[in-house]
């Protein structure tokens, strides 16, 4: 089957042309996101990235002084957003909000693609920013920004793929295509099928445009290896320093030796996070029945792409499905410029729902206030604080010197992660609380999935020589606890 161009897409008001439209969707993403400006408790794993982020700045290698499977550009966001905007969570919102600006307009340019009337990809393009907030994406989630590249790459493709683009700029265009996705993987790895599955379909495309076997042969090397650039460097950085197997347990090992979730947890946040998203998937059935072709196609086989990604991490919080959203949206575009009422009805109700979960969000865990007394609470802490169970912001927010590597209270605090850690985290606990931490943070009620010898340790030691400073409630039933050592 050949491809054709696409119809044309109407240009649309004179206010969305040129800068106009980027800052629009900047505005639009500043407003959906406004209430968590400079709140440092928005989501356990971004408060972690921020600490990695800014203690990089002081010399602290990840993986090597701080644990954590995450790739190190993660990390180096971070550590920019703390470089340009200080050591306060507003600097990688900021940052992450001009990724989720950049996203959208992304969004925008493919959905076009697809629907030649200009308001269904204006509104896809604000659905993606709106549903962020749904997904717990409402911060500097790693796949906020993996998006931003992801995309890139699609749209490369996508213009092959419609026949917008000459056969002649393929070889090019899937070269960056490639390294951009390279860049992604070392934000988040489970961008890996979403590049395999681009990585084929620029190899067909040269197929379909009649290049010989060996074009095709040295083309995929080229691809290939662009794509794994980007992860080649930092392990041969970390190689170069002799540090390459810790790199190499922390980013691959380590991956595969997690415990499964229990099935109940397991099914319970794969129902939540499909019962969040059903509404786009309906939207974007919608849109699938009012459009055809190779480039409708392609969008909706990326879109299963990033869902099977999902099953390699065994987990299905919120926030995994957030890389399904562009290509969902995408998909929706015809619909959304058709069924007007729907397309209002959807955006308004992503846009009330989104604010209402972020105002529940800062009610049932806390924010800046919180914060500031939980940090009085804790005082001076020459000795470091540990966080078994809570905010690891309260490292940054502190200043404290860091108890040990594993840091994310999830780490030493989980039956999950007991055995792919590479240490015994009971031992490290006793160690930890051998060093006479200055203060300690648990939470009430206590996980379900906590590792049941760790906190057998921590309640020992608070029970001889500890005293409880703050009792902080946040949310019904939910408290944050500083324990303050007793006086020798």
Known sequence: ??????????????????????????????????????????????????????????????????????????????????????????????????????????????????????????????????????????????????????????????????????PSRLGRDGALAMLLIGVALQIKYTVLLEGLFFGLTLLWLGSRAGFGLMRLAVLAVLWASLALLPTALAWGSYAVAGQGQIWLFANITSVFLRAPMPLDDLLGEMAGGVATILLLLVAAWFGWRRAHGLAQRFVALWALIAFLAMVPMRSFSPHYFIPLVPSLAILASPALAQMRRFAIGITVLAAVVGQVLIGFFIWSKGDRDTMDHLVAAIGPAPHCIFVLDGFPALYSETRSCLPGRFLFPGHLNSVVEAGSLGIDPVKEVERIMASRPDAVVTDWPLWSMRNLGSNAV????????????????????RFRMVWRRKAD
């Open 458 to 477: 921590v309640d020992r030691e608070l029970a001889a020589h500890y005293r409880l400073a703050l009792k902080e409630e946040t949310g019904k039933g």
């Open 1 to 166: 089957m050949i491809a054709t161009a696409p119809a044309p897409a109407s240009k649309g008001p004179a206010w969305l042309g040129g800068l106009r439209l980027p800052l629009i969707l900047l505005l639009i993403a500043t407003l959906a996101r406004a209430q968590t400006f400079g709140n440092p408790v928005i989501e356990f794993d971004e408060q972690f990235y921020r600490l990695i982020g800014e203690r990089m700045l002081d010399g602290t290698v990840p993986f090597v002084d701080i644990w954590d499977r995450k790739p190190i550009g993660l990390f180096l966001i971070y550590a920019f957003a703390a470089l340009t905007g200080g050591e306060h969570a507003l600097a990688y919102q900021l940052v992450a909000l001009l990724f989720v600006a950049g996203t959208a307009w992304l969004v925008f340019l493919m959905a076009q693609r697809l629907c030649p009337d200009w308001r269904g990809p204006l509104v896809a393009a604000a659905l993606y920013i709106l549903w962020l907030n749904l997904l717990q994406g409402e911060g500097g989630q790693a796949s906020v920004f993996t998006t931003l590249p992801t995309c890139a790459a699609a749209l490369l493709v996508l213009r092959h793929v419609d026949g917008g683009a000459a």
